[in-house]
């Protein structure tokens, strides 16, 4: 367990943009003593596009919103039953960087995945979590004077479609994959919940 306060919000099921502006209200704002905070949601349909994105990776448009935001990589998509977490951390304060970070979120999810007898793998030059090559757990980042936020976000019991309408994080024929399609019938807020005690340890 980390040594450093860590406030957790579980947030429910909220709109994209307004959580993206009050992360970036929130690190704006936060002094040197502001406590990190961990917030859990999920979001309505969304696309969201990172600061390096290309619209050629949008294969088919639909009425899903596309966000062009300031998170690192390319396209992924947001949607009911998929557990999002937040990381808004001083990494000055932690002592560590946006590489060890990355890391540890990874771990968080492969040791979350383990507690249900699911064997998951990083993927080299490609963050996120895979399990027999799907992605189930996507990565980005927002690092901003040593401060972070965006996160995670955790594939539970949704509707997998939109994936096929995008190049998941530009990655042309990449499968997804979640927990129900492993045998995992478990709500997201109890993942969520789960995904919290993992992240209060991890980071």
Same mark, same amino acid.
């Given at each position: 367990?980390?040594?450093?306060?860590?406030?957790?919000?579980?947030?429910? &099921?909220?709109?994209?943009?307004? #959580?993206?502006?009050?992360?970036?209200?929130?690190?704006?704002?936060?002094?040197?003593? #502001?406590? /990190?905070?961990?917030?859990?949601?999920?979001?309505?349909?969304?696309? #969201?596009?990172?600061?390096?994105?290309?619209?050629?990776?949008?294969?088919?448009?639909? /009425?899903?919103?596309?966000?062009?935001?300031?998170?690192?990589?390319?396209?992924?998509?947001?949607?009911?039953?998929?557990?999002?977490?937040?990381?808004?951390?001083?990494?000055?304060?932690?002592?560590?960087?946006?590489?060890?970070?990355?890391?540890?979120?990874?771990?968080?999810?492969?040791?979350?995945?383990?507690?249900?007898?699911?064997?998951?793998?990083?993927?080299?030059?490609?963050?996120?979590?895979?399990?027999?090559?799907?992605?189930?757990?996507?990565?980005?980042?927002?690092?901003?004077?040593?401060?972070?936020?965006?996160?995670?976000?955790?594939?539970? /019991?949704?509707? &997998?479609?939109?994936?096929?309408?995008?190049?998941?994080?530009?990655?042309?024929?990449?499968?997804?994959?979640?927990?129900?399609? &492993?045998?995992?019938?478990?709500?997201? /807020?109890?993942?969520?919940?789960?995904?919290?005690?993992?992240?209060?340890?991890?980071?």
């Amino acid at each position: 367990m980390s040594n450093f306060p860590l406030t957790i919000k579980h947030l429910g &099921l909220v709109d994209y943009e307004p #959580t993206w502006r009050a992360m970036q209200a929130f690190t704006a704002q936060r002094g040197p003593d #502001t406590p /990190d905070e961990l917030w859990l949601l999920q979001h309505p349909p969304v696309f #969201t596009l990172g600061l390096a994105g290309k619209r050629e990776h949008i294969l088919q448009v639909t /009425d899903i919103p596309i966000i062009p935001i300031d998170r690192g990589g390319q396209v992924t998509y947001h949607g009911p039953g998929q557990v999002v977490a937040y990381v808004l951390l001083d990494l000055k304060r932690r002592g560590y960087g946006v590489r060890e970070l990355v890391q540890r979120l990874e771990q968080t999810v492969m040791d979350l995945l383990a507690g249900y007898g699911i064997q998951a793998a990083r993927r080299a030059k490609a963050p996120g979590v895979y399990v027999d090559a799907r992605k189930i757990a996507a990565l980005g980042l927002r690092i901003k004077q040593g401060m972070s936020y965006h996160g995670l976000a955790l594939n539970v /019991d949704m509707d &997998l479609a939109p994936f096929q309408y995008i190049n998941p994080c530009g990655y042309e024929g990449l499968e997804v994959t979640q927990l129900r399609a &492993l045998g995992i019938a478990e709500n997201p /807020d109890s993942v969520a919940q789960k995904l919290a005690v993992q992240l209060a340890m991890t980071l």
